[in-house]
């Protein structure tokens, strides 16, 4: 039986793959693969290795078995339309669940979406897309959660608009930019 595959080692990515059952879609993320039954998916392999799999349409398989693996499945879900999970080598980090898929494929429209993120999550994505290293300081602050939409075009402003409504402090160190405390 031929295999469509691709191998995805980091970064975000949109596939829209057509279904054939005598030659499926397999997309090894190095840490377990996702098995596609015709649909469109957000696949994102987070630095932290952890892969997060959003599905729109369609359905999708997804396992802790990379593709052509030498060890058995620990754990296997079936993802239907509107479904996102996430795992990493260790296993499952989010079960299966509804979620707003709109906000996983935002990028592609030029912005980024959170519903209850961290501190260090938002940090985090806001460092995909500026030119300087965002760094937080202020671990009292990390884990305080926040939702919004922002301009992946312009991280500075997106900054300022966090200063402005949280308890925090925005330092350009030239080099990078700090985020600390505003006590």
């Known amino acids: ?44 392999k987070k630095p932290l290795d952890a892969v997060t799999v959003s599905v729109l349409t369609g359905k999708v398989e997804v ?12 754990w296997q879900r079936y993802l239907g339309a509107g479904q996102e999970i996430s795992f990493r080598e260790e296993g499952l980090v989010k079960e ?19 519903e209850d993120a961290t501190l260090i999550e938002v940090v985090s994505e806001f460092n995909r897309y500026s030119d300087k290293k965002i760094v937080l300081l202020a671990s009292s602050l990390s884990n305080h959660h926040l939702g919004g939409v922002f301009n992946i075009s312009d991280i500075p402003m997106s900054i300022k608009l966090l200063e ?20």
């Open 96 to 114: 299966a669940k509804i979620s707003n898929i709109d906000n996983a494929i935002s990028w592609r429209r030029g912005i980024i979406a959170f």
């Open 1 to 44: 039986k031929k295999v469509r595959s691709v191998a995805f080692l980091k970064g975000e990515a949109f596939f829209s793959v057509a279904h054939h059952s005598d030659w499926p879609f397999v997309v090894n993320t190095g840490n377990g693969r996702i098995k596609v039954l015709g649909t469109k998916f957000n696949v994102y």
């Open 164 to 183: 402005a409504t949280l308890p925090i402090k925005v330092l350009d160190k030239g080099e990078y930019i700090a985020v600390v405390s505003a006590d």
């Open 63 to 74: 396992s802790d078995e990379p593709y052509g693996g030498t060890r058995r499945k620990k």
